[in-house]
């Protein structure tokens, strides 16, 4: 007699990119920590775990939110770890 294994549903899309999302802020934290005075990290494994993710579930490449959500993660990781002098997007301010 053979038995059923259950299957495991799949995780939903909302589910991996709420991953992607608190993977790619404690690295892109790790990475900001690392700058030093002139804004250049010596160590920046955001985009490494963001690339790693992607190669492991095509899916999140597909989806555009994924990519906002991750711009917006970036962004408000640079923002909330204090980075002053720069305008919205990185660039510095003209003098």
Known sequence: MQTQRRQR???SLWHDQGF???CL???AGLGVYTRSSDYL???WPGNAVMLGL???RPRLGRSPRTWVL???TLAAVDGL???TGCGPWGWPWPT
């Open 41 to 43: 990290a010596s160590f």
């Open 20 to 22: 992607l999302v608190i």
């Open 9 to 11: 549903p799949p995780c």
């Open 81 to 83: 770890t204090g980075a």
């Open 70 to 72: 991750a711009f917006i």
């Open 54 to 56: 992607l190669l492991r």
């Open 25 to 27: 802020a404690l690295s």
